[in-house]
């Protein structure tokens, strides 16, 4: 039996080597980099142990506004792209003909290039001497006045991101969740129908539960993945992100190690360890809520 214990442990050196070297060791040193006060990556100096650095986000009104962008960007398109992808998912699975067809279709915007799909939104919202756009056409021709998504806003702009990222992530919840909805027992169904049970407590009932499972990987992946967004806001409004209000925090790391006010790996590291600080903790919190409404046959 120990034998039998040693030939897993083997088998799992490899992968726990690799864990190691490209994810608990570069956590290490980050958490390590973040006290390290006025560190110079040049000289490998610092001047300092100390939490200034976390103080020093926290103040930053660049970084405070990537936060609330962050905040605003998890909480409209995880719950909106998650319940879209649900309906397209139970609408698909319920047409026969053309449904590998329509799958097709939907999954297209998640294999397209991330910048290409933020060239042809730009070409959607963005005025210019020759147009105002395809979206500012539609509203004057229902009476509305033209408004400037990219460059005007906060409110424009901001709903420019969200819908651009909810396009964006929405194919891959339907593959996953159309996979999902054809591995539910349709004994359950046909047993529901003979009782003259209703359409919506069918779902209630039913299908959601059967699928609550999927439904909370991908509410977890999608507010991991909405925290780290970065290239969605670059796409629609450029590598200055701070100038147009629309910078994100993974944004904020980035523009402390390369941006023009780069240089201060410092800042980067804790602001990077705040960025893991509060992903564990939402995490926790979906695993916590989902022991109660998450269910597993």
């Not at 990987?217 to 147009?244: P, R």
Request: hydrophobic content about 50%; proline content about 4%; charged content about 10%.
């Amino acid at each position: 039996m120990e034998k039998h214990h040693l030939k897993g442990w083997l088998y799992l050196l490899p992968a726990f080597l690799f864990l190691g070297a490209f994810m608990i060791y570069p956590l290490a040193d980050v958490f390590v980099y973040s006290f390290e006060e006025g560190y110079n990556s040049a000289s490998q100096t610092f001047y300092g142990v100390g939490t200034y650095n976390y103080s020093y986000v926290l103040h930053d009104p660049y970084f405070l506004q990537a936060l609330k962008n962050t905040f605003l960007l998890v909480v409209i398109t995880v719950p909106l792209s998650t319940g879209f992808a649900l309906l397209i998912s139970m609408a698909l699975s319920s047409v026969k003909p053309l449904k590998e067809l329509f799958q097709t279709i939907y999954f297209l915007p998640y294999v397209t290039n991330t910048l290409a799909v933020g060239l042809v939104f730009m070409i959607l919202f963005k005025k210019t001497a020759y147009s105002d756009g395809l979206v500012n056409l539609l509203i004057n021709w229902f009476g509305g006045n033209s408004v400037d998504f990219i460059d005007g806003p906060y409110w424009a702009k901001m709903f420019v991101l969200c819908f651009y990222t909810i396009w964006v992530v929405m194919p891959f919840k339907i593959l996953i969740l159309t996979s999902s909805l054809a591995s539910v027992n349709q004994v359950y169904y046909n047993a529901a129908r003979v009782d003259g049970t209703s359409r919506f407590r069918i779902f209630r009932k039913i299908t959601l539960p059967m699928i609550s499972p999927t439904v909370f990987y991908l509410v977890i992946t999608g507010f991991i993945g909405a925290f780290k967004a970065y290239s969605d806001a670059v796409a629609l409004f450029g590598t200055n992100l701070n100038a147009a209000e629309m910078n994100t925090i993974v944004g904020y790391i980035y523009d402390m190690l390369y941006g023009d006010s780069g240089g201060y790996p410092s800042y980067a590291s804790a602001a990077a360890i705040l960025l893991f600080a509060i992903v564990l903790t939402i995490t926790c919190i979906n695993l916590l809520v989902s022991r109660k409404h998450v269910h597993y046959s």
